[in-house]
């Protein structure tokens, strides 16, 4: 099993462009989520998706959308870029329902300049 | 979710058990205790969970107080590998808060 798998690891943009953060996990897992993690801080929610079919918004979702296309995948985009959302962004996914044993990808680096 | 406190920073020798605290004083009955760790640059890593018995696994060990006001991971041989920020979190099943909230852990620094 791969797990949580992330792409691209690492990308740069321009302030204004878009693209999408990729998320796929391959545990048969029900719920995911997009976090992301700025210097010095702790992990903030962007988006979940509790099952397929469903997204809901976390603490910071202004700017972003998202798309649960399958059980699978579960994609972050950003319309436009701001410097504002250079981070660390986090895909993850949840083992069952009732617990919070969540398994996390390994990240993509993302810079807005 | 119950609110935590953990130290900033511990400092363990290689080989040794590692010790680390975290006090959880508001938690409710139905509230589980998770350690979560991030090694630097990658993503967090799910260790172990508790309600309230002791639990043990592969990567460590989790004592839960009586009175459930706070608990102690254990990491029986510590390797320098260890090195990471350790998240204790805790959080009631289910319902529709799914955020796991990380606060600012504690930093373990495993020295050879």
């Known amino acids: 099993n791969a797990g949580v798998t992330q792409t691209p690891k690492f990308q740069v943009l321009k302030t204004g462009q878009s693209m999408t953060l990729q998320c796929a996990q391959d545990?048969?897992?029900?719920?995911m989520y997009w976090y992301r993690q700025d210097p010095g801080m702790g992990l903030r929610l962007i988006y979940y998706?509790?099952?397929?079919?469903?997204?809901d918004k976390g603490e910071v979702p202004n700017g972003y959308n998202v798309s649960r296309l399958n059980k699978r995948e579960f994609s972050l985009r950003l319309e436009s870029a701001a410097p504002s959302q250079t981070s660390v962004y986090f895909c993850?996914?949840?083992?069952?329902?009732?617990?919070?044993?969540?398994?996390f990808g390994p990240g993509t680096r993302l810079l807005v300049l | 979710d119950a609110k935590t406190t953990q130290p900033p920073s511990m400092d363990c020798a290689e080989g040794r058990a590692a010790n680390l605290p975290c006090n959880h004083s508001?938690?409710?009955?139905?509230?589980?205790v998770y350690w979560y760790r991030q090694i630097h640059s990658q993503g967090p890593q799910y260790i172990i969970h508790?309600?309230?018995n002791n639990e043990t696994n592969e990567m460590a060990s989790l004592i839960i107080t009586e009175d459930r006001k706070s608990s102690t991971l254990i990491l029986p041989h510590a390797t320098l590998r260890d090195t990471a920020v350790y998240y204790c979190?805790?959080?009631?099943?289910?319902?529709?808060?799914?955020?796991?909230?990380f606060g600012k852990g504690t930093l373990l620094t495993v020295n050879p």
């Open positions: 508790g309600l309230k």
């Open positions: 998706s509790a099952s397929e079919g469903t997204t």
């Open positions: 993850a996914s949840r083992l069952l329902a009732g617990t919070e044993t969540q398994y």
């Open positions: 508001t938690i409710s009955g139905n509230e589980y």
């Open positions: 545990m048969n897992h029900n719920s």
């Open positions: 979190i805790v959080k009631g099943s289910g319902g529709s808060n799914y955020k796991l909230t």
